[in-house]
């Protein structure tokens, strides 16, 4: 049989201009030249549609496509239960300072106000402080949930090549 060298992909052409030594006892030339121009049109109707997909392909962009959607959700239940935890923290937080800051001003009812500056402005408590502080942290911890919750939502935009249909490879 002649056709192109190993290193080559066989071609449309190469199926149909393949020659075999004819010898007794052989197959039926009309029935091999028939099943090579068959091979060779669909060849080349596959060269023609690269982007086509075989039925095994697209079984396996869905399951990965499905496994995906499951894994966003997850991380999106995740990072939903984390900001709620992380809201009820800030409000019992925000709780217990405000009830230290009105026992506070209940103890400090004898000591004189401070003067206000210019602005109507009494100086700043240690308290309120703290509070700025703590929102400052905050939204530090929560910008940090948001940059990984997109980093995730980003791999997955990233899907893997669906791979080829393994009786291919093992046949």
Do not use: C
């Not at 071609?11 to 004819?22: C, K, L, T, W, Y």
């Amino acid at each position: 049989m002649s056709t192109a060298s190993p290193e080559d992909r066989i071609s449309p052409s190469d199926i149909r201009n393949a020659s075999f030594e004819v010898i007794d006892r052989g197959y039926d030339q009309h029935a091999v030249h028939e099943f090579l121009r068959a091979v060779a049109e669909q060849l080349e109707a596959d060269q023609r549609q690269p982007g086509a997909v075989s039925p095994a392909a697209k079984d396996e962009m869905v399951k990965v496509i499905t496994q995906a959607q499951i894994l966003a959700e997850k991380f999106v239940a995740e990072a939903e239960q984390y900001s709620k935890d992380l809201v009820a923290s800030a409000r019992a937080q925000y709780g217990e300072i405000l009830r230290r800051a009105e026992d506070s001003v209940a103890t400090r009812q004898a000591v004189p106000a401070p003067e206000a500056t210019a602005d109507g402005y009494i100086s700043p408590i240690q308290e309120i402080e703290y509070v700025r502080t703590y929102t400052k942290v905050a939204q530090v911890q929560l910008r940090a949930v948001i940059d990984a919750l997109a980093e995730q939502v980003d791999r997955l935009g990233d899907l893997p090549v669906a791979r080829t249909d393994r009786r291919n490879e093992n046949g």
